[in-house]
């Protein structure tokens, strides 16, 4: 992205009238069936009742567990504090009881990590692992948050986690959210309807705003006021499919008692706003990584609040309302112009709250924001700070730089959506306490932020732990823990490679980075490359050995415990990860044969790199979590024509490749940023990216010449604008493929 784009600078480093139109019965009719999606009892933003109807977390249960779901009972605690549960029963008769329909799910979710010794992932699982009789519960168990701001997902997500996923995958996202904690979801989906709709009653045609809203894959952007119109343009048929489907989201999130955190108004506005609506000002916000920034329109005039009205009232029309609602103005670089922020933002928070009484602005904490100013501007008590900088900086003190503000602490450790293992835990594991128990502690909440959801199943597991545990967590216990119930029962090997994997990629410390490197082989092809994302690591964080070695352990696992879906993400991923950290081996060697002409050397170490890749390609095309079709399959599938599902898969494959057009791509160096060693982009893009490469410098050898030069902006917008299709289903055998990356790399690699 560059939404935390900005992955290596220090913090503050700047990176580059009238009422709504008459409807046609048509079109109201349109806006009924988008309304329909939600029901008129979740319109609510109210305080929760003390009294729910559990029967969401029930069929969310018989989806999470549906051979033993008959075997839990779900009760409602009138009684108990907020963010309660307790677990009991005897074998075969699990009671949960808890304070919201996902705090009951939480409770199944400890339950299931502490009793049964089993993990629901994300992604994988080891449910088959448990026994037709369910496990007595020792002793009753209570436990209550001790933050209650559980937040998650990232701006970013919807962008590079999946713009074109179905309502069940979804709903698959929130249960797992639930069962592990959380309590407050962005809900991004669907968020251009409003502004769409919206702005038909300020001077601009339904062709105009289709023509200015990006495609689902950028939208992300769009909303952050960092671009707008690449990727479309979208139709209306598909911004109400969206609308539906995020209002869906939002009524299933408010049936658990969780909160959909809803995309707030801050000034966003379309080109020549000023010119149709007299009297209102904007300020041009220049220039972001190669894109025009969209106009902001002054907060303070009169033009701000009827557009904010307008668009809190068409967004409640399909979403319903909440309490909670996201705005970062100004991000990654914004200009002030002669608008008074501190008088900017409260005025944006009077806007909310004339639609929202009381609700809670969530403000994402990332490079300089929120600024001072516009902190003096607003009630702090509604306002909570995303901390995106929580974990990757040393030397923060969140009171003293925020003034108090409730802030909730965060992590990135994914950026963009990249195949990487690791994460800083022993920093979550050290801050955490350390900082709610220091004097005058503004920490309320946890912030799980990673750029793009589903690629990290141990950091997802801890991190969202940290809320729930009322002690201070062992990291090396933890890690234990987790190996046992990650494929259902205590296993050596299990262990020692998750020892390894513990004291490698999950033990990097903060000071600069909170994500592990990318890979070689998804990199733009040179001899000197030390990345693929221009914004994230240039070596490795932590020794490659840890991830072999832990490939060899994995190996050996018990074969009774190898039929999860957990033990073989598990071991496609650290396979992966495996061939990932040889490429930095591999490619000074054969610079070093180019440098010395020595052309037999060269064709023999490219020729292993050429293996090396056919290796990856195939090993991860065996596990479902790495394949390219689905996510290009998805984004066809909401074209109506040819030309509507060819300009869908363009905006799908451009954002994990060029990302945006070429001055986006190379002078905001957003090429590559949401690399990923994905079956079909290993084999379709990265491959023949080297191999033309290879060719190139192979020809200058035997020539004598210089390297012709390649235009690889070129060679990649051709790439985003095939259509060529690939397998949504995975094939081959993942331990035996596995075991052939173990057998083909080096010995002293797992030195």
């Given at each position: 992205m560059r939404t935390l784009l900005c992955a290596g600078a220090a913090p503050g480093?700047?990176?580059?009238?009238?009422?709504?139109?008459?409807?046609?019965?048509?079109?109201?009719?349109?806006?009924?069936?988008?309304?329909?999606?939600?029901?008129?009892?979740?319109?609510?933003?109210?305080?929760?009742?003390?009294?729910?109807?559990?029967?969401?977390?029930?069929?969310?249960?018989?989806?999470?567990?549906?051979?033993?779901?008959?075997?839990?009972?779900?009760?409602?605690?009138?009684?108990?504090?907020?963010?309660?549960?307790?677990?009991?029963?005897?074998?075969?008769?699990?009671?949960?009881r808890g304070s919201t329909g996902a705090t009951l799910l939480t409770g199944v979710g400890w339950y299931l990590q502490h009793v049964a010794g089993v993990d629901i992932g994300w992604p994988g699982d080891s449910i088959g692992m448990l026994p037709a009789t369910l496990p007595a519960v020792p002793a009753p168990v209570t436990r209550s948050a001790v933050v209650p701001h559980r937040y998650a997902l990232n701006d970013t997500d919807d962008g590079y986690a999946g713009p074109y996923r179905s309502f069940e995958e979804h709903q698959r996202q929130i249960d797992l959210l639930a069962l592990h904690g959380v309590n407050e979801v962005f809900v991004q989906v669907g968020a251009e309807y409003p502004y769409y709709r919206a702005l038909q009653g300020f001077g601009y045609s339904a062709a105009e705003l289709r023509a200015w809203i990006p495609g689902p894959g950028h939208q992300s952007w769009w909303l952050l006021q960092n671009l707008s119109g690449f990727g479309g343009p979208v139709t209306e048929r598909l911004m109400r499919e969206r609308a539906a489907l995020g209002g869906r989201i939002a009524e299933q999130l408010r049936g658990l008692g969780m909160t959909p955190v809803l995309p707030g108004y801050f000034g966003t506005v379309p080109?020549?706003?000023?010119?149709?609506?007299?009297?209102?000002?904007?300020?041009?916000?220049?220039?972001?990584?190669?894109?025009?920034?969209?106009?902001?329109?002054?907060?303070?005039?009169?033009?701000?609040?009827?557009?904010?009205?307008?668009?809190?009232?068409?967004?409640?029309?399909?979403?319903?309302?909440?309490?909670?609602y996201r705005m970062s103005p100004l991000h990654e670089g914004g200009q002030t112009g002669a608008v008074d922020v501190r008088s900017a933002a409260g005025a944006i928070q009077r806007a909310l709250h004339a639609a929202h009484p009381g609700a809670v602005w969530a403000v994402l904490g990332w490079q300089d924001d929120p600024t001072a100013e516009l902190l003096a501007g607003v009630d702090t008590s509604k306002l909570l700070i995303l901390d995106g900088l929580s974990d990757r900086y040393n030397r923060l003190d969140r009171e003293t730089r925020w003034g108090g503000a409730p802030y909730a602490m965060g992590t990135i450790y994914n950026f963009g959506g990249h195949t990487t293992v690791g994460a800083n835990t022993s920093v979550w594991l050290e801050r955490f306490p350390a900082w709610r128990a220091k004097s005058g502690s503004a920490l309320s909440g946890t912030a799980y932020l990673p750029e793009a959801t589903g690629t990290n199943p141990a950091a997802f597991d801890l991190f969202t732990d940290l809320a729930w545990e009322p002690g201070p967590v062992d990291q090396r216990k933890w890690f234990a823990d987790f190996a046992a119930r990650r494929y259902g029962r205590p296993d050596a090997a299990a262990a020692a490679a998750w020892e390894e994997l513990r004291t490698g990629p999950y033990s990097t410390s903060s000071g600069l980075w909170s994500e592990s490197q990318d890979s070689l082989f998804t990199a733009r092809p040179s001899l000197t490359a030390v990345g693929a994302a221009y914004w994230s690591p240039k070596s490795m964080r932590y020794p490659a050995g840890s991830v072999r070695k832990a490939l060899d352990h994995l190996l050996r696992v018990d074969p009774r415990l190898r039929g999860s879906s957990a033990y073989r993400f598990d071991l496609v991923d650290t396979a992966r990860q495996a061939l990932a950290n040889h490429s930095r081996v591999l490619l000074p060697k054969i610079k070093a044969a180019y440098e010395a002409k020595d052309l037999d050397g060269f064709r023999e170490l490219t020729a292993e790199w050429r293996g090396a890749e056919n290796r990856l390609d195939e090993l991860i095309g065996s596990d479902p979590n790495f394949l390219l079709g689905g996510w290009l399959g998805a984004a066809r599938s909401r074209g109506s024509d040819e030309a509507e599902r060819d300009r869908y898969e363009y905006d799908a494959r451009s954002i994990l490749s060029v990302w945006g057009r070429r001055g986006t791509s190379e002078g905001g160096f957003l090429h590559d940023y949401a690399n990923r060693e994905w079956s079909g982009l290993v084999s379709e893009l990265y491959g023949p990216r080297w191999e033309l490469y290879f060719g190139s410098l192979e020809e200058a050898l035997v020539g004598g010449t210089a390297p012709r030069e390649i235009d690889w902006h070129a060679e990649e917008e051709a790439w985003a604008r095939r259509t060529t299709r690939h397998p949504d289903r995975p094939s081959g055998d993942p331990y035996a493929l596995a075991a052939g990356v173990a057998a083909f790399l080096p010995a002293a690699a797992a030195r």
């Open positions: 480093a700047a990176a580059p009238g009238a009422g709504p139109p008459a409807r046609a019965d048509a079109q109201a009719g349109v806006r009924a069936d988008v309304r329909a999606a939600v029901r008129a009892g979740a319109r609510t933003g109210a305080p929760r009742p003390r009294r729910f109807d559990p029967a969401p977390a029930r069929a969310a249960l018989g989806r999470l567990l549906p051979r033993h779901a008959g075997q839990f009972t779900l009760v409602p605690d009138t009684g108990a504090a907020a963010d309660t549960f307790t677990v009991s029963g005897a074998a075969g008769a699990v009671t949960v080109p020549e706003f000023t010119a149709r609506n007299p009297g209102a000002g904007t300020v041009p916000q220049g220039d972001w990584a190669g894109f025009d920034r969209p106009d902001w329109l002054d907060p303070a005039t009169a033009a701000f609040g009827k557009l904010a009205a307008a668009y809190y009232a068409e967004q409640r029309a399909v979403f319903g309302d909440s309490t909670m």
